[in-house]
């Protein structure tokens, strides 16, 4: 009975690992270094970006992986002109350029240098020429703390803006970064070596505990009282494995 | 230590299961998240940080939980400064994961006073009956510290209350099965893997405190019919109902099946009936009665007294289950059916319901599920000495189950007369009966026999394990992927 619980316990975990598991956290995913301000939940919302009137905001957190940026253009009247980006704050200072051309709805994307460590930055983003454009933003629930502003002024929006990883990652590749992240807005006790115990317990214990305490429970049970054989009557082979 | 040592192994290792996932999910995923976890959390503070009872806003009337001044403005700073707004049911958003960002919202957060601890007007939640909230200040303020410390303390509370239930179900399917602890052991592992339940549980919310008072409701219940209706239990009954009620409206659900195991537990231990007039009456009569009682409150809290309404209650917990029979018209509300509550929203959707199974994945458990229930029947006929010889408990027990999901239904209906497109129920109200659900599963395998059924047990382990792991995957690639 014991054997029989194991076995099939492991043919379905193992099966399960190979199959449905191991595919899972082995693809590879685009992988975002942080998203300061995401996009809306419910509607679509821009700020205007025209020549001399940058669109800058604050309190953008560059975290250390981040190796490219994005933000996306509404363009109603044309293709956007020249843009150029700059981020700046805590020591790091830097300004890409986004070829013009970009067409509605198109994703501006640049490569930026990793910052060394995770730093608070500015960002502002400028039109070098005609036309009025607009950038992509927040004005519900998804709005951030980094609402976008113009020429001194609050526009209350925030610019869906990304940082993102040069390539595409795994969930293995990544848990030790996925566990420091988690101690991120938590309580001083859930530290990294808490997480790392309870991920190891969670994979790999829970799975044992849950069948050891199955077993151990049909021992407890103990041997139930069989009808006496009838040694003289042949059985079938179901009949001596089920009994 | 000598008490630790009495409680069987296979229970203390499903708890220690039950433990690591708690804390797994309630850590793993990023605070407020939950739904209406803001609000609920708002409740808690204005009784720990205000000593306010919060009731409906007079000026305001229901605000929803999501609209700011319902929450205070310590909780408003972390929703914007912490990014845990905008991070709610959005795929598109990632939580605020550096340092670097805790430090700007700890820069706003200290300019704070206490005062802005006390300001949430309060939402719709504010209705819900105060008693997991009061005993959740508890917890709240020996965390004390961060808005962080004091909302990852409830969920760990949660946690706790989540041991209580599972243990609750061993010891109900120790009642039902004559403490077979294989059986026993089945029961509280289903529950202990049940993927919803764990991330419904691990948020703040009240449903947790209302299924591990539920859970000790049917126990009591059984121990009433099974040991006789001494007073303690009768008294245990009726304090753990009353407290359910006090936890969640859904736990008035529990009286009429309360009721009727006091009835069936004090008709069983009258013995014979006296002679008189009342011992002239069939038996079958005060059930009747009480059946028609029952059906009667049902339909006049269904359809807010207005009899007229009762052909579309039937007309919609029909439909709810079954293809409509001719002549019948659509139900009232927006289309949403047993498939719906039963499988999907029971097994597959976490958070905000942006995570959700695959459609390969929830067709799988629909199998599975129907496999269980046809399991489940040829299990009772092969069983059924058994079973009959503790009919009062399996009559018990149906009776809960009936009467908790119609009045579920009777709840659904009267709102939806009110707002036909909120179909209010969902298959996290349903998590109040988890420990039947447990038993089921321990049933349904109890079909097979000898080997088979423990080969067939450790799959079906190994299948509810990775089902688990499958959901916490998929809500920690939510976030973090």
Known sequence: MRRAAIAGATVVLVLGFLLVVRPFVAEQRPTPASIPSPASVTGLDTVPLQKGHPVCFTDVVAEAHAERFSFRVSTPFGPTPELRVTIRGGGYDYTATIPPGLQDGQAAEAAIPAPLRDIPVEVCIRSRGEPLIGLYAANDRARSRSTAVIDGEDTNKSVWFSFEEPRWHAITERVGLTIDRMTVFRPGYVTRGLLWVLAALFVFGVPVAIVWAYVRALREDGPRAAPPLDVNRRRSRWRRFVD | ?481
């Open chain 2, 1 to 481: 230590m000598r008490r630790l040592r009495r409680i069987p192994l296979p229970l203390l290792a499903v708890l220690g299961v039950v433990l690591v996932e708690g804390l797994a999910w309630a850590f793993a995923v990023p605070a407020l998240q939950g739904a209406d976890e803001s609000a609920h959390f708002s409740y808690v503070q204005k009784l720990a940080d205000a000593h306010v009872m919060p009731w409906r806003n007079p000026d305001l009337g229901y605000l929803e939980p999501a609209y700011p001044p319902s929450v205070s403005t310590e909780q408003r700073v972390a929703w914007t400064w912490a990014g845990l707004e905008p991070l709610r049911g959005n795929r598109a958003a990632r939580p605020l994961w550096t340092h670097e960002d805790e430090r700007i919202w700890a820069r706003e957060n200290a300019k704070l006073t206490p005062d802005h601890r006390t300001d949430g007007a309060g939402s719709r939640v504010v209705d819900n009956p105060p008693l997991y909230y009061l005993t959740a200040v508890v917890p709240y303020e020996i965390a004390g510290g961060t808005f962080f410390d004091r909302l990852y303390a409830l969920r760990v509370y949660n946690v706790a209350l989540l041991l209580v239930a599972v243990a609750l179900t061993w010891l109900l399917a120790g009642e039902l099965f004559g403490r077979r602890r294989e059986l026993q052991t089945l029961a509280a592992a289903a529950v202990a893997l049940h993927p919803v339940l764990l991330d419904v549980a691990t948020r703040v919310t009240p449903d947790v405190l209302l299924l591990t008072l539920a859970s000790a409701a049917l126990y009591l219940m059984t121990l009433v019919v099974k040991r006789g209706p001494s007073w303690r239990r009768v008294a245990g009954l009726l304090a753990v109902v009353a407290a359910a009620c006090l936890t969640q409206g859904r736990g008035l659900g529990l009286v009429a099946p309360a009721l009727f195991a006091v009835g069936l537990g004090w008709w069983r231990a009258r013995g014979a009936p006296r002679p008189g007039v009342l011992g002239r009456v069939p038996a079958v009569v005060p059930w009747a009665v009480g059946a028609l009682v029952v059906l009667v409150a049902f339909a006049a809290y269904a359809t807010r007294f207005d009899f007229g309404e009762l052909a579309g209650f039937w007309s919609y917990l029909w439909q709810f289950y079954l293809p409509p029979l001719p002549g019948m018209t659509d139900p009232i509300g927006v289309s949403w059916d047993v498939e719906n509550v039963y499988l999907n929203r029971f097994f597959g959707t976490f958070v905000q319901f942006e995570v959700d199974f695959p459609p390969d994945l929830l067709r799988a458990i629909r199998v599975a599920v129907f496999a269980g229930l046809a399991l489940l029947a040829v299990s009772a006929w092969r069983h059924r000495r058994a079973l009959w010889a503790r009919r009062d408990v399996v009559a018990v027990l149906l009776v809960a189950f009936v009467l908790s999901v119609l009045a579920l239904h009777a709840a659904a209906f009267r709102s939806l007369l009110v707002n036909p497109a909120d179909p209010v129920i969902t298959g996290r109200y349903l998590l109040m009966l988890i420990p039947l659900y447990g038993i089921g599963v321990a049933a349904a395998v109890a079909a097979f026999p000898g080997r088979v059924r423990a080969l067939a047990s450790g799959g079906l382990l190994g299948a509810l394990v990775l089902l688990q792991l499958s959901a916490f995957g998929l809500v920690v690639e939510r976030f973090y992927a």
